[in-house]
């Protein structure tokens, strides 16, 4: 895509959303020109209004180069409160039903914008803590070092569809569910931008965090609005994992090096079993018995509970199983030998003829799958 994509939208207040482009503007009036309804997912990076009192110095003497910019800067609680329920309220318009936002903040800020997205009707799902590996310290030692930051996820409409790709976050996490404590490191080396030997934005954050999120929370094409866009982190994600993204972003010389350094992103060439992580929530149901009915097994074979263990039941001709004079789904069964929560197609196996091995049963209901979509052999 280049800076004047566009994408058609005929059911929204505007015919036309620009896509994969950096808005170079004011947040809040940028948003106003965006439509109704139409993008994915909100990433806001916003103002963390610091307000510093005076200047940090390091023990040997360097002066740290804090977040004192002019963007950071408001006059008093009220006036960052104003500002941060326009932009939450207009991206609430602009989101889809199905919609969800992540704003980042630190303790200055993240309990005044939480309060504020609650109040005009956000839903929340999760709060998450990143927690940095190498945080700034707390030079004066007068506080504890600041070592993370919180992020809000919060759906548009409380009970609405969200995405949630929960199998792609436990693949992430060595098939361990996700938890909502992110260990990651800050932005730093190669990845920082920089201009003249120092860092081009004070506040850029690790490529890492926002594939997370964008994996957790978005599917391939899907539009990622960032209102706080700075150096292009949320964009150069996007085109990584091929989501496309409108960044909104007032200072020029941000615009100019997120431009650049998106260009620069090497983007795999689509292939969805690359990108695109099964959901078995969203699978065909295929019923056990279309095992039988397709002969992958037969009516009195034996199935085994587990890879390994001594517990064995029988396949009945309608398809349940009898276990001790006990009949009832793979599931029934599986639930009164575990005595918990267990899903049958995989806690059963069968002896596979040709191996003298056993196999799960759910590598059979794979293959009556492939059988109902045309082109799979």
């Known amino acids: 895509m280049t800076e004047s994509s566009i994408l058609s939208l005929p059911n929204t207040v505007s015919s036309v959303l ?18 109704d309804r139409s993008v994915d997912l909100v990433f806001a990076d916003p103002p963390y209004n610091l307000q510093l009192a005076q200047e940090l110095w390091r023990p040997n003497l360097t002066l740290v180069d804090a977040v004192d910019d002019e963007w950071d800067q408001f006059e008093n609680f009220s006036a960052y409160d104003d500002f941060s329920r326009k932009w939450l309220t207009e991206c609430r318009r ?25 109040d005009i009707g956000y839903w929340i799902l999760n709060d998450i803590i990143w927690i940095k590996h190498n945080p700034m310290p707390n030079f004066r030692g007068v506080r504890f070092t600041n070592a993370h930051e919180t992020l809000i996820w919060a759906q548009k409409e409380k009970g609405s569809p969200y995405t ?27 990845e920082r931008l920089k201009k003249d030997g120092k860092k081009l ?20 094409g899907d539009i990622v609005l960032d209102p706080f866009f700075g150096t292009g982190t949320t964009g150069a994600v996007a085109k990584r994992l091929h989501r496309h993204y409108i960044g909104i972003e007032r200072d020029p010389d941000y615009v100019a090096a997120a431009r650049e350094r998106i260009e620069n992103v090497y983007q795999v060439e689509f292939n969805p079993p690359i990108f695109v992580t099964p959901d078995p929530r969203k699978e065909t149901r295929i019923p056990f018995g279309s095992l039988l009915e397709n002969e992958l097994l037969k009516a009195g074979q034996r199935l085994f509970f587990g890879p390994t263990g001594e517990v064995t039941a029988q396949v009945l001709s309608d398809g349940s199983l009898e276990y001790t004079r006990q ?27 040709d191996t ?7 590598d059979l209901r794979m293959m009556i799958r492939k059988m109902q979509i045309p082109g799979k052999e």
Not at 167 to 189: F, P, T, V, Y
Request: proline share 6%; with cysteine.
């Open 164 to 190: 949630f790709n929960h199998h792609a976050m436990k693949a992430l996490n060595e098939d361990l569910q996700m938890r909502s404590d992110w260990n990651l490191a800050i932005c730093s080396g190669g």
């Open 18 to 35: 620009p896509i994969d482009v950096i808005l170079n503007g004011d947040c809040i009036s940028e948003l106003k020109k965006l439509p």
């Open 327 to 353: 009949t009832g789904s793979i599931h029934q069964i599986a639930k009164l030998i575990r005595q918990g929560p267990v899903n049958g197609w995989d806690a059963w196996f069968y002896l596979d003829p």
């Open 201 to 220: 934005h004070p506040t850029q954050k690790p490529e890492a965090l926002l594939y997370r999120v964008l994996l957790a929370s978005t599917v391939v």
């Open 356 to 362: 003298s091995e056993r196999r799960s049963i759910n």
């Open 94 to 118: 602009i989101l889809k039903p199905d919609g969800t936002l992540w704003v980042i903040g630190s303790y200055h800020n993240i309990f005044r914008v939480g309060t504020i997205l609650q």
